[in-house]
């Protein structure tokens, strides 16, 4: 199993600023999630960062809203850009064991933009 | 693209057996996990189904059946502790092979 710490645990943030949220893991990792889940809603998948190349965005969502950092194999950051009350909604980041099979997920980042 | 469904809320008494259904579409299906989720916590993997049939692990069972995209989450002698939400996830190898969830199942156990 692998260990995840996501700082902050939450915050309430003015509309138009900007929030980065860190994600550490306790072990080395190809790949790192970034997922959104909007109240009442599923875990979506915002985007996967990869070590070493630019990260790989799903439908709707956009690197300049959030753009991804990974400058190693056990780090990453997500901001959200330019925020919006649309983007209240909690933030995980999530890693996969060895074989790409279970995820493991940090304990989010609830997010309240007013 | 992938479709799950799952019930929104469900409740059943303490000691009981409850069944949380999840039906899905995928276009390339490559297993279907069960997640369980308390309230201000993170998801913590519950069973994993690649083949048809049934899974077993204590008090918690999960059974896939790939011809009708169905699978469903068995919780037995329930606790109050129980009370959470259960995600279903199923992992499309199309792609990039991710995990794509269902809205969860809120699930309250009562005395």
């Known amino acids: 199993s692998a260990v995840i710490s996501q700082k902050p645990s939450r915050d309430i943030c003015q509309r138009g600023t900007s929030l980065t949220i860190q994600c550490q893991v306790d072990?080395?990792?190809?790949?790192m999630f970034w997922y959104r889940q909007q109240p009442g809603q599923s875990l979506t998948l915002i985007a996967t960062?990869?070590?070493?190349?630019?990260?790989?965005?799903e439908s709707g969502f956009v690197i300049d809203k959030f753009p991804i950092s990974r400058p190693n194999l056990t780090f990453s950051t997500l901001t959200v850009s330019n925020m919006s009350p649309e983007d209240s909604s909690i933030y995980l980041c999530?890693?996969?064991?060895?074989?790409?099979?279970?995820?493991?997920f940090g304990q989010g980042t609830r997010l309240t933009v007013v | 693209g992938q479709n799950i469904d799952q019930p929104t809320e469900m409740t059943a008494t303490e000691g009981a057996i409850v069944q949380i259904n999840c039906t899905y579409q995928?276009?390339?299906?490559?297993?279907l996990f069960w997640y369980q989720q308390h309230a201000g916590e993170a998801p913590t993997f519950l069973s994993y189904?690649?083949?048809?049939g049934l899974e077993e692990k204590g008090r918690f069972s999960s059974f896939l059946s790939r011809s009708k995209g169905y699978s469903y989450l068995l919780l037995k002698e329930l606790q109050m502790k129980d009370s959470a939400s259960y995600l279903c996830?199923?992992?499309?190898?199309?792609?990039?092979?991710?995990?794509?969830f269902g809205t969860g199942t809120r699930l309250t156990v009562i005395p």
């Open positions: 999530s890693v996969e064991d060895n074989r790409g099979f279970e995820a493991f």
């Open positions: 072990s080395q990792v190809t790949m």
């Open positions: 960062a990869n070590q070493g190349s630019e990260a790989t965005y």
């Open positions: 995928t276009s390339g299906f490559n297993g």
């Open positions: 189904n690649v083949l048809d």
């Open positions: 996830a199923v992992r499309d190898k199309t792609g990039a092979n991710n995990l794509f």
